[in-house]
């Protein structure tokens, strides 16, 4: 399972340089999602613990390029980070490093990470945090938070991806990575950075 891991992040690294990824780690007073979580719209189901390397927007199968972390405070105790997934059309790619030069990707990078970034503290924010007294048991509840976020999330990002395609002729979709969610209710560190080993 983990050279699986490192080949898709190599092949991330190949289509766009990035920054590094870092590993989420548990916590005490973090939760994280449940295995089974409902199928978001457009392109392919996320189930399993690796996502998925295509995805359909419209009528183009798009390649994933870039894994990328996030995470956002609500306030002092609530928050959430996960994974999300930049795909983009190969063909954009390879029509852009011919015109433009592979150089012009770090400048997309750092587009892309700038808008993922505000639309998932935006998601945060509208998200719903707190406990639900009316769900049956964690995992439900863990489901509900999930979708929630998912889905706040891909309305905050949908304006922000249509003007980078028209201002960079690259079609691409930011798709949050339902399975690597954690979320925080007591305590949120969403923001720190982990040590690493």
Known sequence: MKASVQILIGMAFIALTACSTQEVKQDAKAVSAPD???AIPEGSSQSGPNPPLTWVKGNKTLNLVRIMDGGACKNDFQGAKGAFLVYAD?????RIKRDKGPQVFSDFE???QSF???????AINTTNLAEDPFALGADEAQEKLTKQLSNNFRNSVADAVKLFQKETTLTIDVVPFTPSFIFYQQGCEATHSEPEN
Do not use: C, M
């Open 116 to 122: 993922a970034t505000e639309a998932l503290q935006e």
């Open 90 to 94: 190969p063909a954009d790619i390879e």
């Open 110 to 112: 750092n587009k892309i």
């Open 36 to 38: 089974k979580v409902p």
